[in-house]
């Protein structure tokens, strides 16, 4: 019988999944399930995939309510290799369990060859242990950080403290390679900004323009951290996902309310993906994001180092038009090749298709990039936006080119088809 990795997860939320490398005591027989993968015309490569198994749909009761409130579950395609599994509980508010979510890194499937696996699914008996290694979050009052194993990944910067205005007006993430930090926070060349971060110099609102790219006028506008949904918070050996809260505030006034939710993925030796999903709520009325391509959007700040030396480097994609003060229109997406404390790293920041356009980059020599978008977000209305931000090891993955970065992009931007049916 071939032996596959094994993975669960507990049910209460924020507890890391676990791997079992020793078989577990199942409590009872596994569901089977056939799942089909189809890549459509993209040629896919270290690509999440997740899908749902829903209460009724694909899931009895005794599958969704363990005793222990965990699972075991075994994915392998038809050679009968598996794959390292997560799985994660969704929880209605009398915390039922009312569906589980399946995550896993498919190395490789070929444009128009759709792949077949065989998934089984159990409630978990006694005898299984947990992983050496494995994606958790470290929590303090300023600061929420991602690790992986004791090596940190991102840092969110949470603390606001009226006392330190022009060090805390502002929540962002710091991007992390263990104790190293590749991107800035204050200080240095443009103090604004600050790591990865988010917000627009021209918000107008409320018969008033706000500015939410930098501080201008000492604590009038502020990005604050509110809370964090720990019902979304999950972590495991594969994926991690945080939730949190941002009140954009003019002079005490609320403009936008601001869901953040941040999806990182271990695709493999040297490669990060980060997932960012914002969901912007008009809080004051009608909302228009405006400014230009150099002071507004999502955008990515590396360290200052950087500055200093004016060497980021940049790969675009070979349609992108433009150039003169740094903008590229054309241009879904932006790779930088930066070096920190004498490493290499490359920074890929992807744009959704399904964000507004038209969408302009701005890459500057000094290590600040990203993409720049008009909107008007509707009274009572709200906009989603959706990024992918790969952080990838140059010294261990070696140099980026143009083509590979844009096969990635298509992968990002053109989701696959999932099927899956019970046997």
Known sequence: MMRTREVW???????????ALTGPILAQEPARFTVTVDPGGVDRSLMPVSLCLDRGAHLDGDVLTPERGEWVCTVTDVAGVGRTVQVEAHREADLRVSALSVHWVEESIVAGSPAVFELELSPLGEGAAAPETSLGFEETPSALTLTHGEHALW???LGFDPDRIEETYKTFHHVLD???VLTKGLGGLYPHHRGLFIGWSKTRAAGRTHNFWWNAKGASHLQRHAGFVDTQRTAGPLMARSVSL??????GSLIVSERRGVTTWNLGPGRWSHEFEFVLQAAAGEVRLDGDPAHGGFQFRAAQEVAEREDCAYVLPLAAQGGENDNWTDCPWAAARITIGGHPYWIVHMNAPSNPGPTTYN???YGRFGSFFRATIPAD???RLRYRVLVIDGAECGELREEVIARAFEDFATPVSIEVSRQ
């Open 9 to 19: 997860c507990p049910g209460a939320v924020g507890l890391a999944v676990a791997v």
């Open 155 to 157: 840092r969110h910067e």
């Open 178 to 180: 263990g104790e190293t």
């Open 246 to 251: 941002v009140e954009w505030l003019s002079s």
């Open 363 to 365: 890459t500057r020599s």
């Open 381 to 383: 209305g709200e906009l």
